[in-house]
C-alpha cells in the first residue's frame, strides 16, 4: 500500500481579519456597532443556519449586552400549528419525503413578528434579534450569519443535540432529522441564506463548539471569488459503513483503530465544507455557498442554465476492500423522482474501480429471461421472512478489476461487491437508493436498514438484461485523441445520463479547457500532478492520488502534468462534465 499524501484539509487563502473565541468577536462587533448606531439605537441581526448550537451562540451574543433581544424562536408558529403545513412533505415514510417550497413566512406567526417590530421601533440602544428568520423580521444595522456546514449537521443529529425549524425533534432518529433537513429546513435556510451572502457584514463559523471564528462578509466574498476562478478541492468527510472496507485508511490516512470506513464524499458540495484561509486559520462553511454566490463562475452559463444554482456532479468513494458487498439497489427514474419526491432530476451514475482486489465483482442488470414477479416475490419473502435472497439467480455478477468503468443510468439494478474500491461518479441527488437487499445483515445501530422495495419494483428497466449490460454498461471505452505524452478516452457515461467522461493518460503535460462548463477531475495514477494556467491566471495548484478536484467553468484552459516523485512517470486522471448533445 503506498504512503498517503491524500490531502483531507484543502482550502483557499485569502487576506483579511478573522477573530476567534467570543471576546475577541464581541469586541469586534461592538466596534462596529458603534460605528454604525444611529442617534443610539443600532439593529444587530444573527440570522442561523440549521444545526448551530443556539445555546452557545445565545450566551456569547450576551456579551454585547443589548438592551432588547428578540429570540426568533419565539416567533414562530406552534408545532401543533406547523405539523400539518409540513407533514405532506415529510410524509409518514422513514427515509424520503417531498421537496418543499416554503419560506420563514410559513414558519413565523405574523402577528407575533408585528408585535416585535414594534418592540424594535420604539427602542432605545442596542436590540439584537437573534434565531432563524431573523434577518425576515426587519432591516439590520448590522447583518451577521452563523452558518453551519451538512456533515457536522449530521453528526449533532446522531449526538440528538440539535432541532429542526420551529420543532424539538432532537430525541428523533437521525434519518428522520436528515429527512426533515433535506426535504424542508435546508431548502428554507438556503432560500434566505443566497439573499443575505451579498450583504452580510459578518459570517460566523461554530462548526467546533467553543471555537467560533468570525470574518467580515467582504472577506467571505472575497474568498469565494478567488476560487471561483481557480483549482480547488472541497473538505472531503468519511463515514463507516456495514459492508466498509480497509482502504481509504491507508491513502487517506484515517484512524487505523477504526473498524472501516465505507464512504468517502470527496467532492458532493451539495454536502461538502469548503475552508477558507484567513490568517492562518482555517475557516470552514458549507460548500454551496460557492455555489449560490459564485453559480455563473463556477458552473458555466450552459450549466447554470440548466441547473440552477445545483452542482450537478458528484464523486465519491465506496470502500469494499476487504469488506462485504454494498445493498442490491436501484436508483429512480427522472420521472419518477419527479412526480414522487419533488426532484428534477435523478441519480444517474457510475462505478469506476480505482483499486480492486484479486475475485472482485460488481453485480450489475439482470440475469436474460428473469421473470420480474417471480423476483420481486422472492425479495418480498426475504424481507419478511429473513430467507436469503438468491442474488446470483436474477442478477448478473461480473469480474472487476482496476480501471473497470460501469455505468448505471437510473432503473438499473447493480452494486458494488466486495474487494473493490469505487470511485462513484454520478448526479448529485444522493439520498435516493432504494435497497432491495442487504444480504441479511444489520446496520451499525444494530438494526435492519430501510428496504425499499415497493419504491425499487416501479422504477426497474427489465430490458437492461446481461446482454445489454455487456454491450452498453461495461468498459465503453472509446480512444479520443493522443499525441505526444499522453492519450484520452472517453469512458461513459450512458447515453442517458446527462454526464460525460474523459480519462487521460500521460506523461507529459495535457491540454484541457473547460468549454465553458465546471470540470471535475480525480486523480486515478500518480503520486502528485500539477494544475497549471498558460497564463498565469491562476496559482499552479497540486493534487495527489485519489483527490477529486474542481476546475470551474470561467477558468477555461488549463494544463495538468506529472510533478514531483511522479515525473516522467504515466500518470492518469478521469474528468467529468456535463454533456450537451446536439
Same mark, same amino acid.
Given at each position: 500500500?503506498r504512503?498517503?499524501?491524500?490531502?483531507?484539509?484543502?482550502?483557499?487563502?485569502?487576506?483579511?481579519?478573522? +477573530?476567534?473565541? +467570543?471576546?475577541?468577536? !464581541?469586541?469586534?462587533?461592538?466596534h462596529?456597532?458603534?460605528?454604525?448606531?444611529?442617534?443610539?439605537?443600532?439593529?444587530c441581526v444573527v440570522?442561523?443556519?440549521?444545526?448551530?448550537?443556539?445555546?452557545?451562540?445565545?450566551?456569547?451574543?450576551?456579551?454585547?449586552?443589548?438592551a432588547?433581544?428578540?429570540?426568533?424562536?419565539?416567533?414562530?408558529? !406552534?408545532e401543533?400549528?406547523?405539523?400539518?403545513?409540513?407533514?405532506?412533505?415529510?410524509?409518514?415514510?422513514?427515509?424520503?419525503? $417531498?421537496?418543499?417550497?416554503?419560506?420563514?413566512a410559513?414558519?413565523?406567526?405574523?402577528?407575533?413578528?408585528k408585535?416585535a417590530?414594534?418592540q424594535?421601533?420604539?427602542?432605545?440602544?442596542?436590540?439584537?434579534?437573534?434565531?432563524?428568520?431573523?434577518?425576515?423580521?426587519?432591516?439590520? &444595522?448590522?447583518l451577521?450569519?452563523?452558518?453551519?456546514?451538512?456533515?457536522?449537521?449530521?453528526?449533532?443529529?446522531?449526538?440528538?443535540?440539535?432541532n @429542526?425549524?420551529?420543532?424539538?425533534?432532537?430525541e428523533?432518529?437521525?434519518?428522520?432529522?436528515?429527512?426533515?433537513?433535506?426535504?424542508?429546513?435546508?431548502?428554507?435556510? &438556503?432560500?434566505?441564506?443566497?439573499?443575505?451572502?451579498p450583504?452580510?457584514d459578518?459570517?460566523?463559523?461554530t462548526?467546533?463548539s467553543?471555537?467560533?471564528?468570525?470574518?467580515?462578509?467582504?472577506?467571505?466574498?472575497?474568498?469565494?471569488?478567488?476560487?471561483?476562478?481557480r483549482?480547488?478541492?472541497?473538505?472531503?468527510? $468519511? &463515514?463507516?459503513?456495514?459492508?466498509?472496507?480497509?482502504?481509504?485508511?491507508?491513502?487517506?490516512?484515517?484512524d487505523?483503530?477504526?473498524?472501516?470506513?465505507?464512504w468517502?464524499? &470527496?467532492?458532493?458540495?451539495?454536502?461538502?465544507?469548503?475552508?477558507?484561509?484567513?490568517q492562518?486559520?482555517?475557516?470552514?462553511?458549507?460548500?454551496?455557498?460557492?455555489?449560490?454566490?459564485?453559480?455563473?463562475?463556477?458552473?458555466?452559463?450552459?450549466?447554470?442554465a440548466?441547473?440552477g444554482?445545483?452542482?450537478?456532479?458528484?464523486?465519491?468513494?465506496l470502500?469494499?476492500?476487504?469488506?462485504?458487498?454494498?445493498?442490491?439497489?436501484?436508483?429512480?427514474?427522472?420521472?419518477?423522482?419527479?412526480?414522487t419526491?419533488?426532484?428534477?432530476?435523478?441519480?444517474?451514475?457510475?462505478?469506476?474501480?480505482?483499486?480492486?482486489?484479486?475475485?472482485?465483482t460488481?453485480?450489475?442488470?439482470?440475469?436474460?429471461?428473469?421473470?420480474?414477479?417471480?423476483?420481486?416475490?422472492?425479495?418480498?419473502?426475504s424481507?419478511?421472512?429473513?430467507?436469503?435472497?438468491?442474488?446470483?439467480?436474477?442478477v448478473?455478477?461480473?469480474?472487476?478489476?482496476?480501471?473497470?468503468?460501469?455505468?448505471?443510468?437510473?432503473g438499473?439494478?447493480h452494486c458494488?461487491?466486495a474487494?473493490?474500491?469505487?470511485?462513484?461518479?454520478?448526479?448529485?441527488?444522493?439520498?435516493?437508493?432504494f435497497?432491495l437487499?442487504?444480504?441479511?445483515?444489520?446496520?451499525?445501530?444494530?438494526r435492519?436498514?430501510?428496504?425499499?422495495?415497493?419504491?425499487?419494483?416501479?422504477?426497474?428497466? +427489465?430490458e437492461?438484461?446481461?446482454?445489454?449490460t455487456?454491450?452498453?454498461?461495461?468498459?465503453?471505452?472509446?480512444?479520443?485523441?493522443s @499525441?505526444?505524452?499522453?492519450?484520452?478516452?472517453?469512458t461513459?457515461?450512458?447515453?442517458?445520463?446527462?454526464?460525460?467522461?474523459?480519462?487521460?493518460w500521460?506523461?507529459?503535460?495535457?491540454?484541457?479547457?473547460?468549454?465553458?462548463g465546471?470540470?471535475?477531475?480525480?486523480?486515478?495514477?500518480?503520486?502528485e500532478l500539477?494544475?497549471?494556467?498558460p497564463?498565469?491566471?491562476?496559482?499552479?495548484?497540486?493534487?495527489?492520488?485519489?483527490?477529486?478536484?474542481?476546475i470551474?467553468?470561467?477558468?477555461?484552459?488549463?494544463?495538468i502534468?506529472?510533478?514531483?516523485?511522479?515525473?516522467?512517470?504515466?500518470?492518469?486522471?478521469?474528468k467529468a462534465?456535463?454533456?450537451?448533445?446536439?
Amino acid at each position: 500500500m503506498r504512503a498517503s499524501n491524500y490531502d483531507k484539509h484543502p482550502f483557499t487563502a485569502v487576506n483579511g481579519n478573522l +477573530w476567534k473565541g +467570543w471576546e475577541n468577536i !464581541s469586541e469586534e462587533l461592538m466596534h462596529c456597532i458603534q460605528q454604525k448606531a444611529q442617534q443610539g439605537t443600532c439593529v444587530c441581526v444573527v440570522e442561523c443556519y440549521h444545526g448551530v448550537h443556539h445555546e452557545e451562540l445565545e450566551a456569547g451574543f450576551a456579551l454585547l449586552k443589548p438592551a432588547l433581544t428578540i429570540h426568533t424562536k419565539d416567533l414562530f408558529k !406552534s408545532e401543533e400549528e406547523l405539523k400539518p403545513m409540513l407533514q405532506p412533505n415529510i410524509t409518514d415514510d422513514c427515509l424520503f419525503g $417531498f421537496r418543499a417550497h416554503f419560506s420563514y413566512a410559513d414558519f413565523l406567526d405574523q402577528d407575533k413578528v408585528k408585535a416585535a417590530q414594534k418592540q424594535i421601533a420604539d427602542a432605545k440602544g442596542l436590540v439584537l434579534v437573534y434565531g432563524h428568520g431573523a434577518a425576515t423580521v426587519c432591516p439590520a &444595522d448590522v447583518l451577521i450569519y452563523a452558518d453551519m456546514p451538512r456533515w457536522e449537521i449530521q453528526l449533532r443529529a446522531r449526538r440528538h443535540e440539535i432541532n @429542526g425549524l420551529g420543532v424539538h425533534n432532537s430525541e428523533e432518529a437521525p434519518s428522520y432529522q436528515y429527512k426533515r433537513g433535506y426535504f424542508v429546513d435546508w431548502i428554507v435556510c &438556503d432560500n434566505l441564506k443566497k439573499t443575505l451572502l451579498p450583504v452580510a457584514d459578518y459570517w460566523l463559523d461554530t462548526t467546533i463548539s467553543g471555537q467560533p471564528k468570525m470574518i467580515e462578509g467582504e472577506i467571505l466574498r472575497k474568498g469565494l471569488e478567488k476560487t471561483a476562478h481557480r483549482p480547488f478541492r472541497v473538505v472531503p468527510f $468519511f &463515514d463507516p459503513a456495514p459492508w466498509g472496507g480497509q482502504w481509504m485508511k491507508e491513502v487517506c490516512d484515517l484512524d487505523r483503530s477504526r473498524a472501516n470506513f465505507g464512504w468517502c464524499f &470527496d467532492c458532493v458540495p451539495e454536502e461538502n465544507s469548503l475552508n477558507l484561509q484567513v490568517q492562518g486559520e482555517l475557516f470552514e462553511m458549507p460548500a454551496n455557498n460557492l455555489v449560490f454566490y459564485q453559480t455563473r463562475n463556477l458552473l458555466g452559463g450552459p450549466v447554470e442554465a440548466r441547473f440552477g444554482q445545483d452542482f450537478p456532479i458528484r464523486f465519491d468513494f465506496l470502500d469494499t476492500m476487504q469488506g462485504g458487498n454494498l445493498s442490491l439497489q436501484v436508483h429512480p427514474t427522472t420521472q419518477y423522482i419527479r412526480d414522487t419526491f419533488g426532484i428534477y432530476y435523478t441519480q444517474d451514475e457510475s462505478y469506476y474501480l480505482l483499486d480492486a482486489e484479486e475475485g472482485a465483482t460488481v453485480f450489475l442488470g439482470l440475469k436474460t429471461g428473469v421473470n420480474p414477479d417471480e423476483m420481486i416475490d422472492a425479495l418480498n419473502e426475504s424481507q419478511q421472512t429473513g430467507k436469503a435472497f438468491d442474488a446470483n439467480k436474477y442478477v448478473n455478477q461480473w469480474p472487476a478489476k482496476k480501471h473497470d468503468h460501469y455505468l448505471i443510468p437510473g432503473g438499473t439494478i447493480h452494486c458494488s461487491g466486495a474487494g473493490a474500491m469505487v470511485l462513484e461518479i454520478s448526479s448529485t441527488p444522493n439520498i435516493f437508493t432504494f435497497k432491495l437487499w442487504d444480504w441479511g445483515r444489520l446496520g451499525l445501530d444494530g438494526r435492519p436498514r430501510p428496504i425499499n422495495i415497493g419504491h425499487g419494483s416501479k422504477v426497474i428497466q +427489465w430490458e437492461r438484461q446481461t446482454e445489454f449490460t455487456r454491450e452498453h454498461l461495461i468498459n465503453h471505452v472509446e480512444p479520443m485523441g493522443s @499525441g505526444e505524452g499522453w492519450r484520452e478516452e472517453r469512458t461513459g457515461l450512458h447515453e442517458n445520463e446527462f454526464i460525460e467522461t474523459r480519462r487521460h493518460w500521460f506523461t507529459g503535460k495535457v491540454a484541457h479547457h473547460t468549454n465553458g462548463g465546471v470540470n471535475v477531475l480525480n486523480v486515478i495514477e500518480g503520486e502528485e500532478l500539477i494544475v497549471e494556467s498558460p497564463t498565469n491566471a491562476f496559482e499552479p495548484f497540486v493534487v495527489h492520488y485519489a483527490e477529486t478536484f474542481i476546475i470551474p467553468a470561467s477558468v477555461g484552459e488549463y494544463t495538468i502534468r506529472p510533478y514531483g516523485t511522479s515525473e516522467g512517470k504515466e500518470c492518469g486522471t478521469i474528468k467529468a462534465f456535463v454533456r450537451f448533445n446536439a
